[in-house]
Every structure is written in C-alpha cells, then in structure tokens.
C-alpha cells in the first residue's frame, strides 16, 4: 500500500485538515517562537503537505494491519521460517524487480493518477486475499499469487509518492517534509500492528484481510483531495536511456552513490529480522503470533522508528548528516545484537523500542541526504533505485535469512545483522580532512 492517505470522504479530509491547522497553527507552537524551516513543523505549514500526510497516516494503518495479520498467518498455516520469508519475498521483491519502471513513470506521467491506480489494484487483490484465506484448505501457491500481485501495485507506488513532496513544500522545508513521510509510516506502524494485533485474536485472517483492504480507499481518497502539482520536466532520454537514467545519476554523483550503497546494504544484511519476527517472537520470546502481546511488539518497535524519524526532523534538522548516520547506524547494531539474545518478553518491549529508534534515525537521514541533493527532473528514477535498496533488497536478505535460521537459529541471523550494521556504522563514520567532512570515499561540506 502508498504510504497512503487518510479519509474515506471529502468531509473526512476537510475535518483532519482543521485537525492539522491547529496542530501546526497552536498546539506545535509554543508562545511566539518562530517555527525554523526545514522542521517537520515547518513543512506542515503547506496545505497540501498536511493533507498528504494525513491520508498517509489512515492509508499505512491498514498496511500494518495487513502485515502483522499476513506473517502471523503464514507462520500459523506451516510453523515454518522458510515460508513466511517466502511470503514476504513475495510482499517486497517485486520492489526490486519493478522500481526502476516506476520511477520512469514518476517523472513520466502524472503522479496523482499513477497513486490512485496502484492503490485500486491493490484494494482488488487485497480483497481476494482474503477470499483466499477464507478457504478450509487454502492453496500456498495461490496465496503467494495473490500476495506477490499486491507487492507489484505497492513497487509502483513508492517512487512517485517520495517524487511527490518535494512539489508540496519550499525547497527549503523539504528535510520536514521527508521526515513527516517517515513519521507517518511508523505511527501507522504503531497503531496498525496493534489493532491488527488485537483483532487477530478476535477476528479470523479472512475478516482482517477484508477489513484492511477498504484502507486503500483511503489512500485514493487524500491523493484526489490535494491539488494538480507541476510535473517536472523530463530529462530527454528516451528509451532504456530514460528507464536507466537514476544508475546514471548515481554513477556521476559519489554523495548520491554511496548513500544508495548505505541504505542497500544496512536492508540486505541487517534487516532481515523486519520479515523475520513472527520467527523470533515465537521461538525466542514464547509469544503467541496471534495474540495482542505480538501486535504490542510490532507496535513499540513502530514507535521507536516513529521516535527516530521525529528526532530527525526536529532536534537533528540541520545537523551534519554524516555524525548522525554513523552513530545511528553504531547504536543500532549495538541493541539489535543485543535483542537478539533476549530469551523473556518483558524487556524485549522497551529494546525493540530503541531497535526502531536508531534504525529509523539512520534511514531517514540517508533519505533526507538523498533527496537535497537531486534535481526534480531524474528525482522518481534516483528514488526508484532508494525503493530497491531500502525494500527491494529486504525480502533477499529475508528469504536468505529464512533459510539460515533453520540452519542455524533466529538469534544468529538477528546477531550477525547488528555485527554488519556496526560494521557499516565503521565504514560510514565521518573523519576530518581538509575541512570537509568525509564519509567513506565521500566528501561532505559543512
């Protein structure tokens, strides 16, 4: 599902509008302090961005729901690792597969149209997954079917949807305004888990996949209700010049290369317990995958990414993105290794906490870096190749990681993965040289 939008009527969105005012307007202002630009405040300023985000926020609650629901049915259906990474390969490969194309359509055709398609092809396949699950003995090989059709309708939609801010905001609220996409993204993932995780214990999956696929209407609903944006010009290729043109950018580009570098291989290496938890949950923690005590996990490791993304935009906006990006990515591997081993739910709450605050800081701030530094003509194809290391590579690592845990344990996939991060936090680290900041083989100015 885009990150999508939140309303199912005009009057829905008008009434969250008002809500938004006045969060933006009273309750974010305290006395006369002005509000700094490039700040999450400062981007809510923009009607059209406090729109989008909301309908973002009421669109992606019900991808968590479905997310929570779909791995907690996949482990139930075989008690199997193998599967349930096979069902979320199925989820996010095709991000890996399809970016590219979508963010040629990005910069291609007009963005609001490509949304509200994407998200209609997702509610009719939504729908039918829960037609499937509905059944005495459901088909594994349809499932995955009906699952992968989904994940092609969610790879479509990413580029255009980050290709889409930068037009909402001024150019210099445009680090709010991506770090409002996150916090969005992970409110939903704090509140959709834990409603799809109450649920679930009431409800069967047939009923929630029912339930979270009207959500996508949501998303149609907020993109028709912001108004037409300037569709940035194109760069002139056409062709498999056009379609390559963000490998293009990257190539002449060291900044940009090497945050793409970053994002592909913190997802690949380091994340593989995203996809994994309903394995770790089960087997490390004795929980439940159907219980309200699972979806409570899912939602306090929501909160913390939602924590991370806030700090980005507020008490780090304009803050070297290189020290920040470093110690994210250090902290991070520290408390996943350190989650790893953790045998007794109580404490796994508060560290998965943190897990989802330093993973998120660091995203978000490679996101953020990415984006300052692209022109909006090649942004929807640079973007597209941001989706495919940050998503894309997920579901590899996630199918590889599936694999290994049966092999060897959960806690040794999950440990390995804190291992790597340290090792990227190492190889990212900022060090002086010549007044610039370096990271890597890449300079940085001040």
């Known amino acids: 599902m885009v990150p999508g939008v939140g309303g199912s009527s005009t009057a829905a969105v008008e009434l969250g509008d008002a809500a938004a005012v006045a969060i933006a307007e009273e309750a974010i202002l305290e006395g006369d302090v002005a509000i700094r630009p490039g700040t999450a405040r400062s981007a809510l300023r923009s009607r059209d961005m406090r729109r989008l985000w909301l309908s973002m926020v009421g669109s992606n609650i019900g991808t968590w729901m479905q997310n929570v629901a779909l791995g907690a049915y996949a482990y139930n259906l075989t008690h199997s690792a193998s599967f349930v990474s096979v069902v979320f390969f199925a989820q996010l490969g095709p991000v890996l597969v399809l970016a590219p194309f979508a963010g040629l359509l990005a910069d291609a055709v007009d963005r609001r149209k490509l949304l509200v398609i994407t998200n209609l092809e997702q509610l009719v396949f939504s729908g039918l997954l829960s037609l499937v699950a509905a059944a005495h003995h459901p088909s594994k090989a349809i499932l995955i079917m009906v699952v992968v059709a989904i994940g092609v309708g969610n790879a479509l939609?990413?580029?255009?949807?980050?290709?889409?801010l930068p037009n909402l905001v001024p150019r210099e609220d445009l680090p709010g305004a991506i770090s409002l996409q996150s916090i969005q993204m992970n409110l939903s993932r704090v509140i959709g888990p834990a409603i799809?995780?109450?649920?679930?214990?009431?409800?069967?999956a047939s009923g929630l996949f029912a339930l979270t696929a009207s959500t996508y209407l949501?998303?149609?609903?907020?993109?028709l209700s912001i108004k037409p944006v300037r569709q940035p010009a194109v760069d002139g290729g056409f062709g498999v010049r056009r379609l390559l043109g963000g490998f293009a950018v990257a190539r002449r580009d060291p900044l940009i290369r090497r945050s793409l570098l970053t994002i592909a291989s913190l997802s690949l290496f380091c994340l593989p317990f995203v996809g994994l938890i309903p394995v770790l949950a089960a087997q490390n923690l004795g929980l439940d995958v159907k219980s309200a005590a699972y979806g409570w996990l899912y939602a306090c490791f929501g909160?913390?990414?939602?924590?991370?993304?806030i700090a980005v935009g507020s008490v780090l906006a304009g803050r070297p993105r290189a020290p920040v990006i470093a110690g994210s990515l250090a902290l991070?591997?520290?408390v996943l290794a350190g989650?790893?081993?953790?045998?007794h739910p109580g404490p796994a709450y508060p560290l998965i906490f943190v897990v989802g605050l330093f993973y998120f800081s660091a995203v978000t701030s490679l996101s953020t870096q990415l984006q300052e530094n692209l022109e909006d003509a090649t942004r929807g194809r640079v973007m597209a190749l941001y989706m495919m290391g940050f998503g894309g590579t997920v579901p590899i690592g996630v199918f590889a990681g599936g694999h290994l845990v049966n092999a060897t344990s959960i806690t040794d996939v999950v440990f390995v993965g804190g291992v790597i991060a340290l090792l990227l936090a190492w190889a990212v680290r900022p060090r002086r040289a010549s007044g610039s900041y370096v990271i890597g083989l890449v300079e940085q100015s001040h």
């Open 157 to 164: 939609s990413g580029p255009p949807l980050s290709s889409l």
């Open 196 to 204: 799809g995780g109450l649920l679930l214990s009431k409800l069967d």
């Open 218 to 223: 949501f998303a149609v609903v907020g993109v």
């Open 303 to 309: 909160l913390g990414a939602m924590s991370g993304a």
């Open 332 to 334: 991070f591997g520290i």
């Open 339 to 343: 989650f790893s081993l953790l045998r």
